[in-house]
C-alpha cells in the first residue's frame, strides 16, 4: 500500500513553546491530508481537512490559531501547534488520501507531551 | 444516529479462534468501505479495501459488506496473538467516516 510518513514519532516540549509535525505522502500525490487526535483507548477525532493550496477546513470546536495547518504540496502538510499547553498533549495522527479510489493511508502518529 | 457504530469491545479471544468484527451504518450513499488495525501508539494500519457489496479475502482475513442490511464484517480465521489490537471500520461517499474501534486481545 502506499506509504505515508509522519515526523517526529514523539516530541516533548515546554509549556509556551512551537511545535511543528510533518506527514509526507511518498509514493503518491494526496490533494487531501487529514489531522486527527487520538487520546488513550479513544477513537479518532478529526481536527482539520486540508487541502493542497488552499486554507484548512476545520472541524467545530478545534482553535484554527492554535492549530496551523499548511499544506503547501501535493505530497506534504504540516500541523504546527502554538504555543503549546499540557492540555495538549496527545497521540496527533495524519492521513492522506490516494484520490479516486478514495483510499486513506496513516502516518505513524506523533506523541506530544508538553510539560 | 451516529453515521457508523462499531462495538468497543473489548473483544478476547484464544488463539486459533475465528474472530468476527463488525459495524452497522445508516448512510445508504456509502460505497467505499475499509477496515483498519491499530497498534497502541501507531497509525492506523490499512488492512482490507472494499467497493461496494461482496466479499474480499486475502490471507486469514476477510471482508463482507451487505449494503442491503448497512452492515459490514471482517473475519480473521486462525487468529494469532499478533493480530491483538484495535479495529477501526470507515466508509466514505468522499467524507470519511470512522467507527469507534473495537479492541481485540488473542490469547496464547
Known amino acids: 500500500g502506499a506509504v505515508v510518513s509522519q515526523h517526529p514519532s514523539w516530541v516533548i516540549c515546554k509549556s509556551g513553546t512551537s511545535v511543528k509535525i510533518e506527514c509526507r505522502s511518498l509514493d503518491f500525490q494526496a490533494t487531501t491530508m487529514f489531522w486527527y487526535r487520538q487520546f488513550p483507548k479513544q477513537s479518532l477525532m478529526l481536527m482539520a481537512t486540508?487541502?493542497?493550496?488552499?486554507?484548512?477546513?476545520?472541524e467545530q470546536g478545534v482553535e484554527k490559531d492554535k492549530f496551523l495547518i499548511n499544506h503547501a504540496s501535493l505530497t506534504l502538510s504540516t500541523l504546527t501547534v502554538t504555543s503549546a499547553h499540557p492540555e495538549d498533549s496527545s497521540f496527533y495522527i495524519c492521513?492522506?488520501?490516494?484520490?479516486?479510489?478514495?483510499?486513506?493511508?496513516f502516518g505513524s502518529g506523533t506523541q506530544l507531551s508538553v510539560l | 444516529q451516529k453515521e457508523v457504530e462499531q462495538d468497543p469491545g473489548p473483544l478476547s479471544v484464544p488463539e486459533g479462534a475465528i474472530v468476527s468484527l463488525n459495524c452497522t451504518y445508516s448512510?445508504?450513499?456509502?460505497?467505499?468501505f475499509m477496515w483498519y488495525r491499530q497498534y497502541s501508539r501507531k497509525g492506523p494500519e490499512l488492512l482490507m479495501y472494499t467497493y461496494s457489496s461482496g466479499n474480499k479475502e486475502d490471507g486469514r482475513f476477510t471482508a463482507q459488506v451487505d449494503k442491503s442490511s448497512k452492515y459490514i464484517s471482517l473475519f480473521i480465521r486462525d487468529s494469532q496473538p499478533s493480530d491483538s489490537a484495535t479495529y477501526l471500520c470507515a466508509m466514505t461517499n468522499r467524507q470519511f467516516y470512522f467507527g469507534t474501534g473495537t479492541s481485540l486481545t488473542v490469547i496464547p
Open positions: 448512510n445508504s450513499a456509502f460505497q467505499y
Open positions: 486540508s487541502n493542497e493550496g488552499s486554507k484548512a477546513t476545520y
Open positions: 492521513s492522506a488520501s490516494s484520490g479516486g479510489d478514495e483510499k486513506l493511508f
